[in-house]
């Protein structure tokens, strides 16, 4: 299904929800793909997302050399390529490869985006000031693309040792709502 | 129902799904709570969570100048409470009392636990250098306690606009685990 152009500044409809996200980077000919769930939105205007990617990882190189990814977010449909991706090193395979997921050219960065994906959300890196401390990348969202169907698709959240949960019902409180967030 | 300590290395596996939590601060005789969706897992020992809280929240100051707060998880029970904390100022009401919350003693910290929460976690400020340029706190978490039923409670996750989604079923996927994590 061909996504659609989502606004920056509403990036967190999405990932304030907290669900695992693909994070894909390209350098020096090279793609990879990892998991991660530590993360946060940090601002609406410039949209930006900071990224906790740890420096044991191939994909923390490969984006502190870059200076861009992709966060895709996968949906339920996704959970085993979920697990097995977080389950192997991206110096031994090519994970696009390994697991049948299709590179999509990008329009602002190199990294590819995952086709299989809900969503992606192309980013540059924004402030590197804390990845020496913290492995924290602030990353500024660039360009966003979701799928228009299902509007709300069943994501996975990681709570450790090998368990996810997926997103279950919706509830609407907007009537409690006064302030606009 | 009695909490029982929850290891705190494992913090992550209530906080790394990703749910709203009721972050509660104490500083010169007031108390005060609000709600807060922007924030993740930094590390696992020392346990540290990262807390985007904007500086216009009175919880800000708060906070900064008591270097305390208490992490507390609402379940899908309190999604009222939730909306309506969200909505209003702590310099106008004291939300314990406006909103029929039970402030409990901390461990550690002078913050007050919301006793209603399925989980409370105390914080201490670990590393504020980072919150003149983000807002954002490094928080490690000094005490952890939490219900031991319901093994799985459903939680908030915020999408904007008024509207959370709860968790739904769980997804096991130990046996493609092959790392510890």
């Known amino acids: ?45 410039p949209s930006l997302v900071g990224l906790m990617i740890s420096s044991g990882n191939i994909s923390f190189d490969m984006i502190r050399q870059s200076g861009e990814c992709v966060i895709n977010l996968p949906d339920v449909s996704l959970a085993d390529t979920v697990a097995r991706i977080g389950n192997c090193d991206g110096d031994q395979y090519d994970k696009f490869a390994e697991f049948g997921l299709t590179a999509e050219k990008s329009e602002h960065v190199t990294a590819p985006a995952i086709a299989e994906c809900h969503a992606n959300f192309e980013c540059r890196v924004y402030d590197d000031a804390v990845v020496d401390r913290y492995n924290f990348f602030v990353m500024e969202v660039i360009a966003a693309r979701v799928k228009p169907q299902p509007e709300w698709p069943k994501t996975l959240h990681y709570t450790g040792n090998g368990v996810f949960r997926t997103d279950g019902e919706r509830i609407d409180k907007r009537q409690l709502f006064t302030k606009v967030s």
Request: no cysteine.
């Open 1 to 45: 299904m061909q996504k659609k152009p989502w606004p920056l500044h509403d990036v967190r409809h999405w990932l304030e929800p907290g669900p695992v996200v693909l994070i894909s980077s390209h350098w020096q000919g090279k793609s990879n793909i990892m998991t991660l769930g530590w993360y946060t939105i940090l601002e609406f205007s």
